[in-house]
């Protein structure tokens, strides 16, 4: 896992997030990769990922919500 301190990335949330809630961030700026971490630990660690692995993550959770 990397550190948010040591990664120079733009970190979004998903629209369906609210304020204060509980939801993660991925950030964009990394080639082929996902860096993922927690919206309410912004300094702790991140999951980078794969972008076919996020991208059958994302599909997984959608299926998943139906």
């Given amino acids: 896992m990397a550190s948010a301190n040591t990664l120079s990335v733009e970190w979004r949330s998903s629209s369906y997030s609210t304020n204060g809630g509980n939801c993660v961030e991925i950030g964009d ?3 082929n990769t996902v860096p993922v971490r927690d919206s309410k630990n912004p300094t702790g ?3 980078i990922t794969s972008n076919a692995s996020w991208t059958a993550f994302v599909a997984f959770a959608k299926a998943a919500t139906v």
Avoid: E, F, S
């Fill in 45 to 47: 660690p991140i999951l």
């Fill in 29 to 31: 700026g990394i080639a």
